[in-house]
């Protein structure tokens, strides 16, 4: 069965700084892997993907992700976060063919201080 | 603009009362979703669609209903069966390929009177 980990359930990082939110997953073929941000109250929004390929993926608002197939990981990373990237982060795996779900972390909320 | 909408986003239920989420994309997609999110939790998959007049449990859904009719709607009802209804409601859609994302509505957040 697919899942995802994502062990941080917390993340505070003073503004400007760099950024790594670490994803862990579980799944029997090659992943399709994504990242989601959530606004409070809000609906998720799709940073980036990778289906295969580079390992390196590159999304919006200067998010990147790295692909590790021997260590089963999708680590978000920034360079330089803003006080507007502060909200809720979701690591999601699949869907795969035979589930036709996608499964989703917990969740890591980053808080960026001034 | 193509979305998903969701209504309405606040709703509240009095006890023993049926109520019904609305979830309509205008998308083209094949695939539509149901997840409740609680405070500080991630998302449950409550129930999903991938094809018109077809859809399957996922991993809460006692307590819900759905249905499909038709390929832009997928309305879900909380019955009173479902003891703690008090929640963020998520509907999602995307196309049939499994590598494609998902598509976020903003939600509709239910509440107990």
């Known amino acids: 069965a697919q899942s995802v980990t994502q062990p941080d359930i917390h993340i505070t990082v003073s503004e400007g700084a760099s950024l790594e939110l670490r994803c862990n997953y579980s799944?029997?073929?090659?992943?399709?892997l994504f990242w989601y941000v959530q606004s409070p109250g809000q609906g998720l929004q799709l940073l980036l993907k990778?289906?295969?390929?580079?390992?390196l993926v590159q999304g919006i608002k200067g998010f990147e992700a790295e692909f590790k197939r021997s260590q089963s990981s999708f680590n978000l990373r920034k360079p330089s976060v803003h006080w507007s990237d502060a909200a809720e982060c979701f690591c999601a795996v699949g869907p795969s063919r035979n589930a036709g779900k996608s499964t989703f972390g917990d969740g890591t909320t980053l808080t960026v201080k001034p | 603009d193509g979305g998903i909408t969701q209504s309405p986003k606040y709703l509240f239920r009095k006890e023993g009362q049926n109520v019904t989420l609305s979830c309509e994309q205008n998308l083209n997609h094949d695939a539509m979703y149901w997840y409740r999110q609680d405070p500080g939790q991630g998302l449950r998959l409550i129930y999903y669609?991938?094809?018109?007049?077809?859809?399957q449990k996922g991993d809460i859904a006692e307590g819900y209903s759905v249905s499909r009719e038709k390929k832009e709607s997928f309305p879900l009802t909380v019955t009173s069966a479902q003891k703690n209804p008090t929640a963020f409601y998520l509907c999602?859609?995307?196309?049939?390929?499994?590598?494609?994302?998902?598509?976020f509505g903003d939600g509709t957040r239910l509440s107990i009177l």
């Open positions: 999602a859609s995307s196309m049939a390929d499994s590598n494609q994302p998902q598509h």
């Open positions: 990778y289906f295969s390929g580079d390992t």
């Open positions: 669609s991938q094809i018109v007049n077809d859809f």
């Open positions: 799944y029997g073929a090659t992943p399709y």
